[in-house]
């Protein structure tokens, strides 16, 4: 065990941060990364900003509820705020009104008038840049964001993955020579709890890499941090984060810990926070856990679940119809989430935490991060794995006594907080870019005059040229004979990949007894649901996996690995066989390339290059849903 020292950030005369402080100045560097922990008000700078100067900010989040919680804060202190997200997509549906015709209007109109804040998801963003509103015949364009917008931020940008890094090189070389050069009024700020191996891609001069920026138009900024006894008083000048935190690691199973700590916590605590990384796992003790919360003296109304699935029913899918959603009343006291409560929750007064390990060292920070908010003194219990210990619970063992939270991350973050392949970045980075020169040709148009405009100042160009999927487009369209159609549908297939920043894997509708029909991951399904009871379809025609019986009774005990899945390759379709993850899937695909008689043609040494060593496997798109008397779903 160790504890977390209690800390706060030091504040200015005007009761900012130095970091806070240094949005407002006109002479920060185009591009400005800031590090700060979980809790610091990194987002409060902006809010500030906006309220003293009437800036326009565009503010980029992972998920909506995040964005919610930030259009409601803003609202809070009278201030304009947008969201533009997919229920702003659906609302304007309803109202007969174009998308794009509504952001653009709050944006140019809106925004300008009194400043303010659009909060935007990371695909509705997307969108500007693939040349979405153009395709809906509205005049918004990537031109829009540069002329009207003072701070492009992106929040909690260590969840950016390498897919997005092409993306992010485009907005930083844009930005950077709009703002160094020719007088541009936005800046792009790249907001994360720790910098991460993704900064270094950004602006490493390496003549290997993708993006080689020019240093002056980067700035890092890390917040100050100050460590304080654990009963002093606060002194003045200083705003609390977090509360002192003690930290325990548990070997084991969570539903074991779940049973034995709840309880004694909701004796001790106001708020209890216990977080799965598996949604099946959580699935399955959900009766259990309701069990554990009655003993412990609560109304099933006092417990709140968040996750993908149950938010969009409003209480959990299973025997237990424990609340859900992504508002947590201020009434609930033991709030049971998934991944999706690592950010964008309002979790005031949770000073408990009984965690599974997390899928990495961020995600862990994360959820230890969500405890103990401003002053309240705290304990997380972490879960792990006693047989095969993650690294970063390695890492977290080494820790004794009393630390502080720049030891914590710093051993968290050694060698990253999330795995980051560089190679596999600049591949990924350099395909994006091809993509997009077909996607959005007026935008790579003016892409490349900046970069030409660029080497002739600097005397190096920032984004190379170099792309393998562009070598393999030109073996596409030169070939000719037999495979030229299952190449091009291929490449298609291909540029679909790269279009999507997070990979999102296809998604079925379900129903379960007395629920309403929701959407679910397919890999989920294959791996945790057996055969349905019926197939039905939804007003749309889509099939729908239909289940008499509660999600908890019908999850499997265990997971199986997925019987079949169909993927597009360069030589035509194929099939997968038992495919458990993400790794494997990707394994599969590139041993199914290289055993094809195919793959040692000469004329397609670019395509099978790309094909195996970029990770993308194109999936056969989802259609409907047979049943194999085998007892699988074959989609």
């Given at each position: 065990m160790f504890m977390i020292q209690r800390h706060g950030v030091p504040l200015e005369a005007n009761g900012l941060s130095a970091t806070q402080n240094l949005l407002a100045r006109p002479d920060t560097a185009p591009i400005l990364i800031i590090g700060a922990p979980t809790g610091a008000g990194k987002t409060f700078g902006f809010q500030k900003l906006i309220k003293n100067t009437g800036s326009v900010v565009l503010f980029i989040v992972p998920t909506q509820a995040l964005a919610r919680n930030i259009c409601e804060s803003l609202e809070r202190e009278d201030l304009y705020a947008k969201q533009w997200d997919s229920q702003q997509t659906c609302a304007a549906v309803e109202r007969g009104i174009s998308t794009w015709t509504e952001r653009l209007h709050s944006l140019t109109v809106e925004a300008r008038q009194r400043g303010g804040m659009i909060v935007a998801t990371l695909e509705a963003f997307h969108g500007i840049t693939l040349g979405r509103p153009a395709q809906s015949k509205t005049d918004f364009d990537v031109q829009d964001v540069l002329t009207h917008v003072d701070w492009l931020v992106f929040d909690e940008a260590h969840l950016l993955n390498e897919r997005a890094m092409g993306f992010m090189a485009l907005w930083a070389t844009l930005v950077g020579f709009r703002r160094q050069c020719c007088g541009g009024r936005t800046r792009l700020a790249l907001l994360s709890a720790t910098h991460s191996a993704w900064v270094d891609f950004l602006v490493r001069c390496d003549e290997n890499n993708l993006i080689r920026l020019p240093p002056e138009w980067v700035d890092y900024q890390t917040e100050t941090i100050?460590?304080?006894?654990?009963?002093?008083?606060?002194?003045?000048?200083?705003?609390?984060?977090?509360?002192?935190?003690?930290?325990?690691?548990?070997?084991?199973?969570?539903?074991?810990?779940?049973?034995?700590?709840?309880?004694?916590?909701?004796?001790?605590?106001?708020?209890?926070?216990?977080?799965?990384?598996?949604?099946?796992?959580?699935?399955?003790?959900?009766?259990?856990?309701?069990?554990?919360?009655?003993?412990?003296?609560?109304?099933?109304?006092?417990?709140?679940?968040?996750?993908s699935q149950d938010k969009q029913a409003g209480e959990t899918l299973g025997s237990a119809r424990i609340p859900a959603g992504w508002e947590i009343p201020d009434h609930s006291r033991l709030i049971i989430g998934t991944s999706a409560v690592e950010v964008g929750m309002n979790l005031a007064y949770a000073t408990a935490l009984v965690t599974d390990e997390g899928f990495n060292a961020a995600a862990l920070l994360q959820r230890i991060g969500r405890a103990a908010r401003g002053d309240l003194p705290g304990e997380a219990h972490v879960v792990c794995n006693a047989y095969r210990k993650a690294p970063h619970i390695h890492r977290l063992e080494s820790l004794s006594g009393t630390c502080s939270i720049g030891t914590v991350v710093e051993q968290l973050k050694s060698p990253s907080l999330i795995p980051f392949c560089v190679k596999r970045a600049r591949l990924l980075g350099s395909a994006y870019l091809d993509m997009l020169a077909r996607q959005n040709r007026n935008l790579s148009k003016g892409l490349n005059a900046v970069l030409t405009e660029i080497e002739n100042r600097e005397g190096q160009r920032p984004l190379s040229g170099r792309s393998l999927l562009g070598l393999a487009r030109r073996e596409v369209e030169e070939f000719r004979g037999r495979l030229a159609s299952s190449l091009k549908k291929w490449l298609e297939a291909i540029d679909e990949q790269l279009r999507d920043l997070r990979g999102f894997t296809p998604t079925v509708k379900v129903q379960f007894?007395?629920?309403?029909?929701?959407?679910?991951?397919?890999?989920?399904?294959?791996?945790?649901?057996?055969?349905?009871?019926?197939?039905?379809?939804?007003?749309?025609?889509?099939?729908?996996?239909?289940?008499?019986?509660?999600?908890?009774?019908?999850?499997?005990?265990?997971?199986?690995?997925?019987?079949?899945?169909?993927?597009?390759?360069?030589?035509?379709?194929?099939?997968?066989?038992?495919?458990?993850?993400?790794?494997?899937?990707?394994?599969?695909?590139?041993?199914?390339?290289?055993?094809?008689?195919?793959?040692?043609?000469?004329?397609?040494?670019?395509?099978?290059?790309?094909?195996?060593?970029?990770?993308?496997v194109p999936r056969v798109p989802v259609k409907t849903a047979n049943v194999e008397q085998s007892g699988s779903m074959v989609i």
């Open positions: 100050v460590d304080l006894p654990a009963t002093a008083a606060a002194p003045s000048g200083v705003r609390l984060m977090h509360g002192e935190v003690s930290v325990e690691l548990h070997p084991g199973e969570i539903r074991e810990l779940a049973a034995e700590l709840i309880p004694a916590l909701l004796g001790r605590h106001r708020r209890v926070l216990l977080v799965y990384d598996s949604l099946a796992e959580f699935g399955l003790d959900e009766s259990l856990l309701l069990k554990v919360a009655q003993t412990a003296g609560l109304q099933r109304e006092q417990m709140f679940v968040v996750n007894r007395d629920t309403q029909v929701i959407q679910c991951s397919l890999d989920f399904a294959e791996k945790r649901l057996p055969v349905p009871d019926e197939l039905d379809r939804d007003s749309s025609g889509n099939t729908v996996l239909v289940y008499r019986r509660p999600r908890d009774q019908c999850l499997k005990e265990r997971a199986e690995p997925i019987p079949v899945v169909q993927v597009i390759t360069p030589f035509g379709r194929g099939k997968l066989q038992n495919v458990w993850n993400e790794a494997d899937l990707q394994e599969k695909y590139r041993l199914l390339i290289c055993n094809d008689r195919d793959s040692n043609r000469k004329e397609l040494e670019h395509v099978v290059r790309f094909a195996t060593a970029s990770g993308l």
